[in-house]
């Protein structure tokens, strides 16, 4: 990938001239100070791009000259995140990490042991918290793809969605198999469930279990919640196509 800054937009324009304004253009003139002759990628996080160039520069907006637009194909396989709840600013960590290491949909699970209790008006802040983070994330790391973040899940959901996937793992640190033996997908949706600091609790691995999710370690490490999606992402591209 290029190393020009990524902007968010709505819809990608066709080649001309095109107006970047609003919060995007406000964070290009103010905070970037991106001035005429530098360059910049616009996306719209559903896989498109189109590269700019500055050719005027206000207090809140750019003029660019847009060329034309590509599509980047999405991965084979995608990966889905169930993220326990980490409490205080790993929750934000967590979905930072995830989002640069190449997640595609993004789980808030309530499970039993999450010290993190996320219920009516803050399970809807706690979400657009994501989204936010997310979306910040996803331009950092130039991703053409932006991750979805879902409602937050109960271990029942988690239990169906896990049943509708074509492969799932759970990382457990009293797993017998490491993550390097899993019987992996090669497309499809591969559902990847990281559990709260607390571990997993008995009944809900159980039902997890049941539904097909295959329990594996990443090491001999005990990694932290906020940081164990990120790592298993990372594995997940060299066990599978997703980084060829």
Do not use: Y
């Amino acid at each position: 990938m290029s190393g020009e800054p990524w902007f968010l937009v709505d819809q990608l324009p066709t080649a001309g001239t095109f107006l970047l304004d609003g919060p995007e253009g406000r964070h290009a003139a103010t905070v970037r100070r991106l001035r005429p002759g530098e360059s910049v990628v616009l996306t719209d996080g559903g896989g498109g791009r189109a590269d700019g160039t500055v050719i005027a520069a206000d207090r809140s907006e750019l003029t660019l000259e847009v060329g034309t637009t590509t599509r980047v194909p999405g991965p084979a396989l995608r990966i889905t995140l169930v993220q326990a709840l980490p409490k205080g600013e790993r929750s934000d960590l967590a979905v930072d990490l995830a989002t640069e290491a190449g997640v595609d949909v993004l789980v808030p699970w309530q499970a039993e042991r999450c010290v993190a209790r996320w219920s009516a008006d803050k399970a809807v802040r706690g979400v657009d918290k994501w989204r936010t983070v997310a979306r910040e994330a996803a331009k950092q790391s130039r991703r053409p793809w932006l991750p979805r973040v879902a409602d937050l899940a109960t271990t029942t959901d988690v239990v169906e969605l896990i049943g509708h996937s074509d492969g799932a793992l759970i990382l457990h640190e009293a797993g017998a198999a490491p993550i390097t033996k899993a019987t992996l997908p090669t497309h499809g949706n591969l559902v990847l469930v990281v559990g709260p600091e607390g571990g997993i609790a008995p009944a809900e691995l159980s039902a997890l279990v049941s539904a097909g999710g295959q329990v594996v370690r990443l090491g001999a490490e005990v990694l932290r919640t906020s940081t164990a999606g990120a790592v298993a992402l990372g594995a997940l591209g060299v066990l599978t196509k997703r980084w060829s």
